[in-house]
């Protein structure tokens, strides 16, 4: 098959936007490929792999049927599949998580044996990790500085889709089937729906976003984590709208997209911070064995609703507002003393928008052991929390049903409510016990 290319489709499940598969076409005939890597299918959890399902089944609809997926190690898949089309080039956007670079180095390798080629082009970020540096060359350790340069280097303009595209036609393993998840609600997936919600949002929600967004009960916040995660919409098509407007929510809207591409610039630059606490000095600090209150904790069962509430939203959806995520995450960590590790994987494993860089660092900025961290000694109170961001309750009531029922002054306290828990930690002790640990970490730097 002369003048045949493969595009190797991995966290950009679109056709808008994607310079990879532009270039891919220019060669002729292009393969449309999936490959799916048992190592990371098995880390994902229901949610994660019921939305990257069905994405796959809109990529297909939108080539025509043309996608090819394909099971296995992508060292091997991906050099088999050009070999299959004598394929001299293999297009794809590069990946700058620490899986996936030492995956595609492996990959570049395997092909380069069998003189073929991998070309990386675009990233998922509007500007690829590792771009942004201070004056001196070091990479920035903190958010604002980092957020100024980032805007004032700027990005490309969006590009088209493809105009007149021939998907080449291979064997599929087809996308995979997966076990309907009961009472798993996941949102509309694939380009279309992305790019449908980022337009509802950005004509109706945008301008109210500034005050909206810490509201877990209102549709405030813009919910494109998910479609941004699978790149079935690329950042670069929110920015190019955003900069038509000139209105404080637009700014903050990308101040939040730039925390997306701090942490992935941070990861670049630390691959073990996926891990270990990036201030070392945080490796001191004494937590308990992760035991029956982390699976209170999981279940959404410590009997403090608005935690509650957001463990089973991530249950029921793949998805957690952000306010509550902090919320969550501070109460495992400092109020039942967990390492941040073993929130975080739960994390990845049930949100379809697990996102190594973000929920990382995200859980890293909770524990005060990250980059730009949160001062460890400001500790949510998960009452409070629910009293300042849930006034009502109605997103408790929407999450525990055992609640639902509770007057609005009780929600936030309830007491001796059938089927659901009394607290299983008393916070104010907790923390104080978290401010005591802390306390000896910083005595240990003096
Ligand atoms: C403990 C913890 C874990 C998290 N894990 C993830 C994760 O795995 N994947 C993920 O995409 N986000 C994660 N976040 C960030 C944030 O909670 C989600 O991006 C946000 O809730 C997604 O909802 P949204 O699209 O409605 O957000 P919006 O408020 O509408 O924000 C717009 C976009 O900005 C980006 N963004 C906003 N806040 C953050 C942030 N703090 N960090 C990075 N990007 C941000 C996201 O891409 C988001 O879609 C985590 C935050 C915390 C505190």
Redesign the pocket.
Known sequence: MPGTSVMWFRRDLRLADNPALLEAGQSGEVVPLFVLDPVLWGRAGPARRAYLAASLRELDASLGGALVVRRGDPVHVVPEVAAEVSAPTVHLAADFGPYGRVRDARVGEALAASGRELSPLGSPYAVAPGRVRKPDGEPFRVYSPFQRVWLEHGWRAPVDPPSDPTWASLRSDGPPDVEPVPGLELPPVGEQAARAAWADFRDHRLEG?REG?NLPASNG?????TY??WGEIHPRTLLADLAQRDSASATT?RK??A??EF?ADVLWHRPESARVELRSDFEAMVHDPPGETFEAWKRGMTGYPIVDAGMRQMLATG????RV??IV?SFLVKDLHVAWQH??RV??ER?A???LA??M???Q??AGSGTDPAPYFRVFNPTTQGHKFDPDGAYIRRWVPELADVPTEQIHEPRGVEGYPEPIVDHAAERKEALARYERVTARRR
């Open positions: 976003y967004r916040a813009s919910q494109m984590s941004l995660r809207y939040e997209l925390w997306r942490y998805r957690m507002h952000n995520r902090m995450a929130g975080a994390f990845m949100l928008d697990g996102d973000s929920n660092h995200g859980w900025w909770v």
